[in-house]
């Protein structure tokens, strides 16, 4: 090469040319792939080194010839192998696939051109931060992070050694670069069930047929209170671990000092996961640590006479704790505890009853119109919504106040017979 030809200077891969007629300097490399470069870097040399060394740190970054690839064929080779670049390399679900391309796709918008090397720190926190919350600021890092270190493992080697390490665990994020609007916060956890407004929908409740069908046989084995535990469930809501923790002292048909209706304290379950012969107590909080008080009505929607089975039993009870039959004056009496196994079956869909969705067994919103109604309480109306039929505030005197409604709210003299919604 004739001097003439020859660079003035080397910075690292790059090298800087004397200024053409124009009087520009240029600056010349090879890249990656072994294609070459070549552009301007200003009129002083000052330009130029500085050009040349920007350009020296990026080359430095290339892992292999493959360095060149755009972002946008890496993400793709990654989605299409589908599976974890961490130890067990396990294949993704389809769920999980979906959800990774979605946080790369968002990371990456506007800059699917640039190339493997070409990503540094600040390139990445820029990536990261386009959402609209932390939650979606963090899918994007966990995204990219196991991008860089798919990369890196690659036998086309995307990524250097360094690259890979820039997003370790547990390190900061950038806030949203473009923040959702906030949501007000919004009161879901309550103290006791009846005053939440996210519950159980009347198309959960058990029909009459099968509350009728469960409590015959129930009743087969146990004329005592096999019945009256499956209508208790369907129209109090208690599950099988609340009814057989029940005593004569949780129920008030006279009400209490509280609340003046007849009602039902359901405080305690049985923990069924407590140890045989441990001297901790067997019970424990009903299901979501919420105790609840709930109505007991006069007539069960199948027609059985609830209430007054409830206070004849209730009576048995306290007579079997005279004679010392049963001491704490179960509403169960004591006759389940040597074979409650197979008690289990019934116990299951007892539960049942409650709900069909496995969430908190209540009675519908129609039902507990019923009670109002039956009792002469709060005819000032009750909510028809399925989803809140359930909040009500129960007041010293007596009245059942239903809270406001979301949606409509129906006039329990406008409610039609229970007969014909059931038909409905």
């Known amino acids: 090469m004739s001097s003439r030809n020859a660079p003035i200077q080397t910075v690292g891969l790059v090298a800087i040319y004397a200024p053409s007629a124009k009087g520009y300097y240029r600056l010349k490399w090879i890249e ?5 470069g070549d552009t301007t870097a200003g009129r002083s040399i000052e330009e130029a080194r500085a050009k040349a060394t920007e350009l020296a740190v990026r080359l430095s970054r290339a892992a292999s010839p493959f360095a060149v690839v755009t972002l946008q064929d890496i993400v793709e ?8 670049p961490y130890r067990k390399r396990r294949t993704w679900q ?6 990774i391309r979605r946080s790369l796709a968002r990371s990456i918008a506007g800059d699917e051109h640039l190339q493997a090397m070409d990503i540094t720190r600040s390139v990445l926190d820029r990536m990261r931060a386009r959402g609209g919350t932390d939650n979606m600021v963090r899918a994007n890092t966990t995204a990219l992070r196991g991008l860089l270190y798919w990369g890196y493992q690659s036998p086309k080697r995307y990524f250097s050694p360094e690259q890979a390490e820039l997003l370790p665990r547990a390190g900061v994020r950038p806030a949203p670069s473009k923040p959702s609007r906030i949501r007000p916060l919004r009161e879901t956890s309550v103290h006791r069930s009846g005053d939440g407004l996210d519950y159980i929908s009347n198309e959960d409740a058990p029909s009459a047929d099968l509350a009728v069908g469960l409590g015959n046989r129930l009743h087969r084995c146990f004329p005592a209170w096999g019945r009256l535990s499956v209508e208790f469930a369907a129209n109090v809501g208690a599950r099988w671990g609340e009814q057989f923790q029940l005593d004569v002292h949780d129920i008030h048909l006279d009400g209490c000092a509280d609340h003046s209706f007849c009602h039902v ?3 305690y379950q049985v923990d069924a996961g407590a140890n045989a012969g441990s001297r901790a107590s067997r019970l424990t909080l009903p299901k979501g640590k919420k105790r609840r008080v709930v109505p007991i009505a006069r007539t069960s929607f199948t027609g059985y006479a609830l209430r007054d089975e409830v206070r004849a039993r209730r009576d048995a009870a306290l007579a079997e704790q005279a004679t010392g039959e049963n001491s704490d004056a179960y509403v169960r009496g004591t006759e389940h505890l040597p074979i409650f196994p197979s008690l289990l079956p019934y116990a299951r869909e007892i539960d049942r009853l409650g709900t069909r969705l496995g969430r908190t067994p209540m009675p519908s919103a129609d039902r507990l119109a019923q009670v109002v109604k039956d009792d002469q309480m709060a005819p000032n109306g009750c909510s028809r919504d399925g989803r809140d039929f359930l909040p009500l505030s129960v007041q010293r005197f007596g009245v059942l106040v239903p809270v406001r409604s979301r949606r409509c709210r129906t006039s329990l003299t406008d409610l039609p017979p229970h007969s014909e919604r059931e038909a409905s």
């Open 94 to 99: 389809k769920a999980q696939k979906n959800q």
């Open 265 to 267: 304290h359901i405080d």
């Open 77 to 84: 080779e990654f989605l299409t192998e589908g599976r974890s």
């Open 32 to 36: 990656p792939d072994g294609s070459r």
